[in-house]
T-cell receptor
Framework: AQKVTQAQTEISVVEKEDVTLDCVYE???????LFWYKQPPSGELVFLIR??????QNEISGRYSWNFQKSTSSFNFTITASQVVDSAVYFC???????????????FGQGTELSVKP | EAQVTQNPRYLITVTGKKLTVTCSQN?????MSWYRQDPGLGLRQIYY???????DKGDVPEGYKVSRKEKRNFPLILESPSPNQTSLYFC??????????????FGPGTRLTVT
């Protein structure tokens, strides 16, 4: 069975602190894709990043960075120098290889609500 | 502009009154899905469609129907809504996947309240 676990339900930090959001996944597929989405208070889902299972390079995009480790089945997300505008719910998600994926189905974690206080 | 649109964005209705939430995409995507989002549960797939006239159940299909008569449209139908269908609903589309693109494009969401 496929599963994504975001153990942190809520995180509260003060502006300029660094914060890491954890994501652990389970899958038997050898080829899969991992995603992070941001959901601001307005409710829409904003795509942040996609990672292929065969590419373990970490990625940095401005204040955002992602650490993908197949050995521990984790795909953690770090925000450096957090800002109030980073306050949102963040979702980690898993998608199987297209050959057997129920129309591109994403398996979502429960979400982590990040609150950044000024 | 490439997008997925949903209507209505907000809806308050009463138990048993049939309703339809429309979804349309302009990217010629083969795959479309409906998800519902509930606190503590993340998003769960309700139904999906691999192409026109091809639909199947996702993880939580009870109480819902869908149709895919045209490639761009994928309406979600609640024949007899009940309070446990109060939720935030997202429509999504994605290419078939054999072109190296795997992102799901999400609509803006429909917040449904059933009283």
């Amino acid at each position: 069975a496929q599963k994504v676990t975001q153990a942190q339900t809520e995180i509260s930090v003060v502006e300029k602190e660094d914060v890491t959001l954890d994501c652990v996944y389970e899958t038997r597929d050898t080829t899969y894709y991992l995603f992070w989405y941001k959901q601001p208070p307005s409710g829409e889902l904003v795509f942040l990043i996609r990672r292929n299972s065969f590419d373990e390079q970490n990625e940095i995009s401005g204040r955002y960075s992602w650490n993908f480790q197949k050995s521990t089945s984790s795909f953690n997300f770090t925000i450096t120098a957090s800002q109030v505008v980073d306050s949102a719910v963040y979702f980690c998600a898993l998608r199987s290889h297209p050959g057997h994926n129920q129309g591109g189905k994403l398996i979502f974690g429960q979400g982590t609500e990040l609150s950044v206080k000024p | 502009e490439a997008q997925v649109t949903q209507n209505p964005r907000y809806l308050i209705t009463v138990t048993g009154k049939k309703l339809t939430v429309t979804c349309s995409q302009n990217m010629n995507h083969e795959y479309m899905s409906w998800y519902r989002q509930d606190p503590g549960l993340g998003l769960r797939q309700i139904y999906y469609s691999m192409n026109v006239e091809v639909t199947d159940k996702g993880d939580v299909p009870e109480g819902y129907k869908v149709s895919r008569k045209e490639k761009r449209n994928f309406p979600l139908i609640l024949e007899s809504p009940s309070p446990n269908q109060t939720s935030l609903y997202f429509c999504a589309s994605t290419p078939r996947g054999d072109r190296g693109v795997y992102e799901q494009y999400f609509g803006p969401g429909t917040r449904l309240t059933v009283t």
